[in-house]
């Protein structure tokens, strides 16, 4: 139905900047609302909450990525993205993007998708 694919992950020194790319495709009408998560490789340590933006463009953050991290949504081309500055070793993670698509035809609803994470490592 819907297929997700991630991009833009990689290695890069503290301070640097990455983007990342969420791209959508299949029978999506619209995606209602984007978030984006990440999995830290240390064992035991929880899926953080990182950022969000709404089918209207209203975004949230996390506080340890506030004023760093921007959250954006290109409905045309159906494609996320979450642009990454000022990049600290703490940052390292398996980044998720999970998108909330209204799908067509529109009687199928809204469901949510994940992408298949991108690893993103900065070292210090």
């Known amino acids: 139905q819907v297929q997700l694919v991630e991009s833009g992950g990689g290695l890069v020194q503290s301070g640097g900047s990455l983007r990342l790319s969420c791209a959508a495709s299949g029978n999506i009408f619209s995606i209602k609302a984007v978030d984006w998560y990440r999995q830290p490789q240390a064992p035991g340590k929880p899926r953080e909450w990182v950022a969000s933006i709404t089918g209207s463009g209203s975004t949230n953050y996390a506080d340890s990525v506030k004023g760093r991290f921007t959250i954006s949504s290109d409905n045309a081309n159906n494609t996320v993205s979450l642009r990454m500055n000022s990049l600290k070793p703490e940052d390292t993670a398996v980044y998720y993007c999970?998108?909330?698509?209204?799908?067509?035809?529109?009687?199928?609803?809204?469901?949510?998708?994940w992408g298949q994470g991108t690893q993103v490592t900065v070292s210090s």
């Open positions: 999970k998108l909330l698509i209204k799908l067509v035809p529109l009687f199928r609803g809204e469901h949510d998708y």
